[in-house]
């Protein structure tokens, strides 16, 4: 029995197989290493398409809503409403006379947890902080009543010196100031007309007594004539008193059917202020140019005789001791 030895049979296009066995597996390699890639991205961490979409539209949301919430005067209405804030009804400019008690009103709303202080500019000196003062002058006190929106500071016996600018603070973050300008005017008296005032007898005598400088009208205004004060002598005069224009008060003294025993000197004294006096004479015939010039010579003539009363006090005195 004869053998014959197996062979693997040779096909005619054996050349071409091994090549599509190649694409094959590199092909299923590839598809591996793709799932393998997509599997490694989903894995780190990389959101899916629609995830995306979804942040995407939260985000687009908020910031439209912040848009129209910055657009909405109600949204700021808000936050001004829970922020300390100055009332802007107090006065910015006060005016006061020397020795009037003053209070400078500062007035905050939505005060919360922070404190007021007051600061003088002059010299940045902190006079108080709610209701503690910090300045060794009791002229200065904080004037807070609990319960109100009000810290005032309260100044008394106003000088001259006191005169500048005074900042309200409040300590929220940041500082907010409200600032108020203190004038303190020293009164000043002044009777109108010609000094001396010369009269005829019989006429009247009419005298206007202005106080400048007075933001309040004076309490009182007394007249004196001579020594002797004049208010209640109504049987033939009259004293007014009122407020006038730019800080200013006047008192006038109206006496009819004037008389020499009327002439001397008239003194307007108001509570707040310096007296000033008016010298007033009759005519008797003669002209205040000629009484003028008499008085002058009688002044002269008394100047005369006291220079000669000193030189002999001078001289006898030497005299004695030689």
Known sequence: ?????????????????????????????????????????????????????????????RRKRMTSLSNNSNYWLLVQSTSP????????????QIGQTV????????????????????????LSVGTETYINEERFSAAHVEGTNDWPLQIKYPQLTDTGLYECQ???????????????????????GTRPLYVKTGTSINLTCVISDSPEPPIFVFWY????????????????????????????????????????????????????????????????????RDASVSRASSGDHLKILEFFLLVFPWYLLR
């Open 1 to 61: 029995m004869s053998y014959r030895e197996s062979r693997p049979t040779v096909v005619a296009n054996g050349k071409g197989r091994p090549w599509a066995l190649c694409v094959t597996n590199v092909g299923k390699i590839a598809g591996v290493f793709l799932c393998l890639f997509a599997l490694n991205k989903y894995v780190e961490g990389d959101p899916p398409q629609d995830e995306l979409f979804q942040r995407d539209f939260n985000w687009q949301f």
């Open 85 to 96: 804030s100055f009332d802007p009804s107090p006065s910015k400019n006060i005016t006061t």
């Open 103 to 126: 209070y400078l009103h500062c007035m905050v709303n939505n005060l919360g947890d922070k404190t007021v202080s007051w600061i003088r500019r002059r010299d940045l000196h902190l």
């Open 170 to 192: 409040v300590s929220s973050d940041p500082k907010i100031s409200f600032f108020v300008k203190l004038n303190v005017l020293e009164p000043k008296t002044e009777i109108l």
């Open 225 to 292: 004539h001579n020594d002797r004060m004049i208010n209640y002598d109504t049987d033939r005069g009259k004293i007014s008193l009122q407020k006038g224009e730019e800080d200013a008060a006047i008192s006038t003294l109206y006496i009819k059917d004037a008389q020499p025993t009327d002439s001397g000197n008239y003194t307007c004294g108001p509570s707040n202020s310096d007296a000033t006096s008016i010298s007033v004479f009759f005519l008797n015939g003669e002209n205040p140019a000629a009484i003028q």
